[in-house]
């Protein structure tokens, strides 16, 4: 016979609920009975409801390993992927898992499934659009070594043109570099026209003009670009020290203060002329040229940029 305490207990859980107050005795601590599905106030014992659903699992797990093999659960959705990810993905790689290579009649079956595979998947010409667009996409945010929240925001702004059909007959590549440029902006991490254009299949003009119709179609209030935000990535192609950063920061914060010098002003310019203050300032010295080319700027932009702040900053320099 075995005794109580070895008699299996039920799961409860007793925590002080903020949005919970007892009918009865106006308690406060709520006990939640997960076998019965009850909840009981722990004041004076009274039921308050029954019958709740557990949303949770059938099943238990106790390391992440097992959890990992027993979830049922498939990847998140991915707005960079056309079809969201939600489709199968056959390997061009004839290859198994092991890293064996397939037989002749293996790989003649495989290739009849991802031909077929890839014709289910892609069947309307949103889909077909989508298609071109997200792997256009990829190379893109590949080739300017874009983050996952900016390609996926990229994607998505790109989607919301394509399935409300507002951006009928328009290049597939400049559409792509300006949801790009955009998202880019949108995330403060900003990239220049001219560096989209250099990776992409179209003009800088071309992406500036699909770039003022996603904007106006999507009624998007873009940020004004800061040139504090271009600082770390200009910073980290010269391979300058953090001491250097934080000097340009500084510099870039009272510029601000005085409107003239920022209003109007190409905003790498003034990253790339505070850069080469903070360097001088610094003893981290670098040339002009190597500045301009790290910003996308000319030497007569920085020049002139170095020129104003100096004089309106009242900037002692070292000779």
């Known amino acids: 016979m075995s005794s109580r305490s070895d008699r299996k207990q039920p799961e409860r859980s007793s925590k002080a609920d903020s949005g919970f107050t007892c009918p009865e005795c106006g308690g406060k601590e709520v006990v939640q009975d997960l076998e019965k599905g009850e909840r009981i106030c722990a004041s004076c014992g009274l039921v308050v409801s029954e019958h709740r659903i557990d949303s949770g699992p059938e099943w ?3 390391t992440s390993d097992e959890k990992d093999a027993r979830s049922r659960a498939g990847a998140p959705t991915n707005y960079a992927i056309h079809d969201k990810g939600l489709s199968t993905m056959i390997d061009w790689r004839d290859h198994d898992s092991q890293g064996k290579r397939f037989s002749a009649k293996k790989r003649s079956e495989i290739y009849r499934l991802r031909k077929w595979q890839i014709r ?3 069947h309307s010409s949103v889909d077909r659009n989508l298609a071109q667009a997200m792997s256009e996409l990829d190379r893109l945010s590949s080739q300017l070594g874009l983050n996952k929240s900016i390609k996926e925001l990229a994607a998505l ?5 394509i399935v409300r059909r507002l951006a009928r007959s328009r290049s597939i590549d400049a559409m792509v ?6 998202a880019c902006r949108l995330r403060n ?4 026209l001219e560096e989209i254009a250099r990776h992409s299949r179209v003009s800088r003009k071309k992406i500036g003009q699909h770039y003022r119709l996603l904007v106006e179609k999507l009624n998007l209030k873009m940020p004004i670009s800061d040139p504090a935000n271009y600082v770390p990535r200009f910073v980290t192609e010269l391979d300058l020290p953090g001491i250097v950063q ?6 870039l914060e009272q510029a601000k203060e005085n409107r003239t010098l920022v209003t109007g002003r190409d905003p790498r310019g003034l990253a790339a002329a505070a850069i080469y203050i903070a360097s001088i300032l ?4 670098v040339t002009q040229r190597d500045i301009a080319m790290a910003a996308g700027v000319t030497e007569v932009t920085v020049r002139n940029r170095y020129k104003e702040l100096v004089q309106k900053l009242n900037i002692t320099m070292a000779p």
Do not use: C, M, N, W
């Open 60 to 62: 238990r797990a106790f």
């Open 120 to 122: 289910t998947r892609v």
């Open 157 to 161: 702004l790109y989607r919301k043109l």
């Open 177 to 182: 570099g300006a949801s790009i440029y955009a």
């Open 189 to 192: 991490a900003p990239r220049s």
């Open 246 to 251: 934080q000097k340009v920061i500084e510099i």
């Open 282 to 285: 610094t003893d981290h010295r």
